[in-house]
């Protein structure tokens, strides 16, 4: 986990070798950059360097390769005939591997694919081997020599095929579901559930599968939503004015009279610029909404004191020290280089020796003596910069970070498994919202939506301006109407793209790369209406999965003791939803009027 080259950069190339002994000699190669070669310049890491994961392309010198297996420390080589089987995985940082296995049973490194290309690799090897799906999981191939007279052979001996022409073998390769499906009518549905995709409504997995390989979709706390929903028309949305008035909300101490009004306010329009300073720090946790003026002066004092206790530390750590602090010293050489990247547009952050810059480094740095665990992870500075810029301030920035990473934390946790269930319940609400797309997205070798693991790792942080970024995460702050209303937010994206992706010949790589041409080409105030409207219309679906409703927030189990819980919620829901359009309708109808901030808002559960 030290080891910063734990994912090795490298290039996979398939060798067809002619000698005497083998007239060809089919050899899959795994080549690093540790195994020296010499680097194509002419690689184009893609659309932001600074988030390309491989950044050079490495061509191995000519070396001849022995007929064996041969395997090193930083790369390794497998004879075709060698190779049992492949496993396709859909998560890992986001991105698609693979793992191969030999006929010994030994798997091979992961091989992570993080710009695509899982389907051109399996291409290329169905020219030397035959690739056939596992019977009872979808995302294991078994490796079959190019030998199609045994395999014909079994199934003419099975009689499960009238036809038998000698074309039975390439069909079934190219069309696996059609060809078996037209000859298994006449044959038990085990056969039929076996060679359904696994993610089929028909594909059970029976007693015999207890030991087997266990299924990438087979994932604990989510279900397959494998029927549709009458959703309904998408409701409209109207969106409000931003909160432009902050001393009426505060009694004579100073206390915020209606935190929940504020949120709803602020959800509705956002805020004025010049209150965000204000506002910010009781989103964020940064002040108690019920603390009074006095109060709040003593909080900031002992915070102030706090923060520089711990900047102390890593100030005072000298260079020999450093030296033998491989931790403190890998976290200082990653944040040096993201905050020599990090909004250098913005005039805070522009120019060299530009005292903003000096103040996201420490900031940084003392957030990785404030958390340990973590430390510093990239992606972080993109957090900490629009914070930054409100306050002004070094101290209130720092501990409205810390309210902010609360939220997100998981996000840049080692084993991403935030990351994978967030991608997981993004599905969820596609599958639910439109899924068509979400299928044809799939079917594309998307990786399970994988092409917005940015969007959700740092709330779209590159994909809007700067300024239309301060606006939307305050409104994501309130955490109104969910905690998860990002992935409502993401599948509006989704959803507006929608005539790009029906119908078209997509593969993976290019919608990926029409994703990442989106950066700053949406309208934020679009996405957010379209967020809310998927709200509203799943939330008044009666029948909507179970799964679906707590990815949104409105499941509540029922309590033992309250038989009637889950219809009195579904009640309340459908009230607060009915006030909700009804506020819209209000603020559509009165939108010249100077009371706007006394009319009725909706609220959400």
Not at 21 to 39: C, H, L, N, Q
Not at 178 to 193: L, M
Request: aromatic letters at 10%; charged letters at 25%.
């Amino acid at each position: 986990r030290s080891n910063q080259d734990t994912t090795i950069p490298g290039f996979i190339r398939i060798v067809e070798r002619v000698s005497w002994a083998s007239p060809i000699d089919t050899i899959f190669t795994a080549i690093s950059k540790r195994e020296g070669g010499v680097e194509d310049t002419n690689f184009d890491p893609g659309y932001e360097p600074d988030w390309a994961v491989i950044s050079t392309v490495k061509r191995d010198r000519v070396r001849e390769h022995p007929p064996v297996k041969e395997t090193s420390q930083w790369s390794f080589s497998l004879p075709l005939s060698e190779l049992y089987s492949l496993r396709r995985s859909r998560f890992s940082l986001g991105r698609n591997f693979l793992v191969f296995t030999s006929r010994g049973g030994h798997p091979l490194p992961p091989l992570h694919f993080h710009r695509g290309g899982t389907r051109e690799l399996l291409r290329a090897l169905q020219r030397y081997i035959i690739l056939a799906p596992s019977p009872v999981d979808g995302r294991l191939f078994l490796a079959y020599a190019h030998d199609s007279g045994a395999l014909s052979q079994s199934f003419d001996d099975l009689h499960l095929f009238d036809d038998g022409s000698s074309d039975l073998v390439s069909r079934f390769i190219q069309d696996p579901y059609a060809t078996t499906f037209g000859g298994f009518s006449k044959v038990t549905n085990f056969f039929r559930g076996a060679l359904r995709p696994p993610d089929s409504p028909f594909h059970p997995r029976g007693p015999q599968d207890h030991h087997g390989p266990p299924s990438a979709d087979d994932e604990p706390g989510f279900e397959l939503i494998t029927c549709g929903v009458e959703l309904g028309p998408k409701p409209d949305v109207t969106r409000g004015q931003p909160l432009d008035k902050w001393e009426e909300f505060l009694d004579p101490e100073g206390r915020v009279k209606d935190p929940q009004r504020i949120k709803e306010l602020v959800f509705r329009g956002g805020i004025t610029p010049s209150l965000r300073k204000d506002v910010w720090k009781f989103l964020l946790g940064f002040y108690p909404w019920n603390s009074t003026v006095k109060e709040r002066e003593d909080i900031l004092r002992m915070k102030t004191d706090e923060y520089f206790r711990m900047k102390v530390q890593w100030k005072s750590v000298s260079e020999e020290q450093e030296m033998r602090n491989s931790l403190l010293r890998g976290y200082r050489s990653l944040i040096e280089r993201d905050v020599s990247r990090t909004d250098r547009h913005n005039t805070f952050f522009s120019g060299n020796d530009n005292p903003g810059l000096t103040l996201l480094n420490d900031v940084l740095m003392t957030y990785c003596m404030f958390n340990f665990d973590l430390g510093y992870v990239q992606g972080m500075s993109d957090l900490l910069a629009p914070l930054l810029f409100v306050t002004q301030n070094e101290v209130e920035s720092f501990w409205c970070l810390t309210g902010f990473m609360e939220m997100v934390h998981q996000n840049f946790e080692e084993s991403q498994e935030a990351m994978k269930q967030q991608l997981l319940q993004l599905s969820l609400l596609m599958k639910a919202l439109d899924p068509e797309l979400l299928d044809y997205l799939d079917s594309q070798d998307s990786g399970s939506l994988c092409f917005c693991f940015r969007w959700l790792l740092i709330w779209f942080k590159r994909e809007f301006s700067f300024e239309d970024i301060l606006s939307l995460w305050e409104v994501l702050w309130t955490r109104l109407p969910c905690e998860n209303f990002h992935l409502l937010m993401a599948a509006s994206i989704l959803e507006s793209q929608r005539g790009e992706f029906i119908g078209s010949d997509h593969d993976f790589n290019t919608i990926l790369k029409h994703i990442n041409e989106l950066t700053m080409k949406l309208d934020l105030q679009t996405v957010l209406r379209g967020a809310e409207s998927n709200y509203l219309q799943l939330a008044c679906c009666k029948e909507l999965p179970v799964k679906v409703q707590e990815v949104i927030g409105l499941y509540v189990p029922p309590s033992p003791d309250d038989e009637t819980s889950p219809e009195s919620e579904s009640h309340e829901t459908q009230q607060l939803l009915s006030q909700s359009q009804a506020a819209a309708t209000e603020t559509s109808q009165s939108s010249n009027s100077t009371a706007a901030a006394a009319r009725p808002r909706p609220t959400y559960p």
